[in-house]
């Protein structure tokens, strides 16, 4: 793959850099990424006392070099460093015999699909927001920027157990798969006249992260969650059909809503997503859902309880990165390609505990690659926890299904209610530093695994002010909707 040209670099002239500026914009991102010092200090590639200084006051950089180099590490425009975008031009070459009239295309193409992509990832929640408009005010749920026909979202929890899985083995093909005319915006240049045929292929080659793996997933065709009823039916997929489409909306929305100011006027164009249509077709693109976990961590003395916090890093993960979600959160998928996979873990209750043992204790994914089902009848953490729950000491609900504005990907929405000391049993140890980001406690917790209080305040201020996935922010706010239900005594 071919370099960037060097007369695609920055050039500044002189200029008033704002010393003071720095100082809080690294304070500050450290506060929201939960990161300590010495944490920022290795991805800023810098040495911890350089950091400390510039934080304190002690050091004032003023050295553009400097503020560029910062500014890419920690994905942040210059202007966000107090550099005046005026002042950014495109160099001459370096050398009169470099041909100055001509960009490479490629390298262009794939420079302007990075920067789109590193801004889709800074603006998440803001484009989100800005996409829920354009759909109309009925199918919106609540606050935040998800969407969800009424079938879809019950009055009331329900017990997993109540809701009955079924199986299709004879899926139709989808009609969009991001291959279209209509994405072809969202796909840069691969070589001179042609582009990169899937938008997973232009992730792979230009911004991967560290989880990055196509896997067998099953795929969502009809829904139905009224209790007493609720049933879901699925099919066979693969991770990346999913994101192919979801993923080049998403890119789609932050090219035509570059700024911060989201604003419904003028309406952009949007072709891949008008050719997407009705967001509820379940047949017209490959729909793959997530389950995404609220856990509550019940006192069984006071009645109240935690809950577990993740902030999701976007160097590790491709989709939903850099804002907050909450734990465990997964695919649902089987753990490998094999058939006895496929029908061992069509179970949204055994994809749930898998992820538990990932994101919070820190065990390897189980992938398959022991050549033999998974048993989880004999496995300590799913046994424990089974137990438990047949004990009536953990609930397991689903409080609703839903797509995120931005990207369409579905989410089917879950809590699970643990009395404390079978939580702490489990899960007193959990890792702060997972594969996909990192846990998040309250400043007065003495173990990441205390979590976050579940109080009115603290699920208005995560749904409302701070950067959180649409799927959790809903399902925070239905979970404070329903806490009667959830925590009978609180």
């Given at each position: 793959?071919?370099?960037?040209s060097?007369?695609?670099?920055p050039c ?19 506060a929201?990424?939960?990161l ?10 810098m040495?911890?006392s ?11 950089v003023r ?18 460093l107090g550099l ?14 470099v041909?100055?009239?001509?960009i490479?295309?490629?390298?262009s ?11 889709l990832?800074?603006q998440?929640?803001?484009l989100?927001?800005w996409a829920a408009?354009?759909?109309r005010?009925e ?9 969800a026909r009424t079938?879809w979202?019950?009055p009331?929890p329900?017990?997993l157990?109540d ?12 009609a969009?798969?991001?291959a279209e005319p209509?994405?072809?915006a ?8 042609r582009?990169f045929?899937r ?13 990055f793996?196509?896997r ?6 009809d829904?139905e ?16 059909d999913k ?26 164009e949007l ?10 077709d ?16 019940r ?11 993740h902030w999701?890093?976007?160097a ?9 979600g ?5 695919e649902?998928?089987?753990?490998s ?11 949204l209750?055994?994809?749930?505990v ?5 994101e ?13 089902p998974?048993?989880y009848?004999?496995?300590?953490l ?25 990207t369409?990907?579905a ?32 400043a ?5 695994s ?10 208005r201020?995560?749904?409302r002010?701070e950067p ?11 979970a404070?909707r ?5 925590l009978p005594?609180?």
């Amino acid at each position: 793959m071919q370099a960037e040209s060097s007369w695609l670099s920055p050039c500044f002239v002189d200029h008033e850099i704002n010393p003071g500026l720095l100082a809080e914009v690294l304070r500050e991102y450290r506060a929201a990424k939960g990161l300590s010092q010495a944490a920022l200090a290795q991805l800023l590639t810098m040495d911890q006392s350089y950091v400390s200084k510039i934080e304190t006051g002690h050091r004032q950089v003023r050295d553009v070099d400097t503020l560029l180099h910062i500014a890419r590490q920690l994905s942040l425009t210059p202007q966000e460093l107090g550099l005046s975008a005026e002042l950014v031009r495109p160099c001459p070459p370096r050398e009169a015999s470099v041909l100055s009239d001509e960009i490479d295309p490629v390298a262009s193409s794939q420079a302007e699909w990075r920067r789109v992509r590193r801004q889709l990832n800074r603006q998440r929640g803001g484009l989100a927001r800005w996409a829920a408009e354009l759909y109309r005010r009925e199918f919106r749920v609540g606050d935040a920027p998800f969407l969800a026909r009424t079938a879809w979202m019950p009055p009331e929890p329900i017990r997993l157990d109540d809701v009955r899985l079924e199986w299709s083995s004879g899926a139709a093909r989808v009609a969009v798969t991001g291959a279209e005319p209509e994405a072809s915006a969202v796909l840069p240049l691969r070589a001179p006249g042609r582009r990169f045929d899937r938008y997973t292929s232009a992730i792979k080659y230009l911004d991967r992260p560290s989880l990055f793996e196509n896997r067998a997933s099953y795929r969502l065709l009809d829904a139905e969650l009224t209790p007493g009823a609720a049933r879901m039916t699925f099919g066979l997929g693969t991770y990346f059909d999913k994101l192919d489409v979801s993923e080049g909306l998403a890119h789609e929305t932050a090219a035509a809503r570059p700024c911060a100011d989201h604003t419904r006027s003028p309406r952009p164009e949007l072709p891949l997503r008008s050719l997407v249509g009705d967001p509820f077709d379940l047949g017209r693109r490959a729909v793959m859902p997530a389950i995404e976990t609220l856990t509550l961590r019940r006192d069984r003395k006071t009645g109240a309880a935690t809950f577990l916090l993740h902030w999701r890093d976007p160097a590790k993960v491709a989709t939903a990165a850099g804002i907050y979600g909450l734990v465990p959160a997964g695919e649902f998928q089987p753990s490998s390609v094999a058939a006895w996979d496929t029908d061992n873990d069509f179970d949204l209750w055994h994809s749930m505990v898998r992820e538990y043992s990932e994101e919070l204790l820190g065990e390897p994914e189980r992938d398959g690659s022991s050549g033999e089902p998974l048993d989880y009848d004999t496995w300590p953490l799913f046994r424990d926890l089974d137990r438990a729950r047949a004990d009536g000491r953990l609930g397991v609900y689903c409080l609703g299904l839903g797509l995120d504005a931005l990207t369409l990907t579905a989410t089917l929405l879950t809590a699970v209610v643990i009395d404390d000391d079978v939580f702490d049993a489990q899960f007193g140890d959990a890792v702060r530093v997972n594969a996909e980001g990192v846990l998040v406690a309250s400043a007065r917790a003495s173990t990441v695994s205390e979590g976050v209080p579940f109080t009115g305040e603290n699920v208005r201020r995560l749904v409302r002010e701070e950067p959180m996935a649409s799927p959790g922010a809903c399902l925070l706010a239905r979970a404070w909707r329903f806490r009667t239900e959830l925590l009978p005594g609180a």
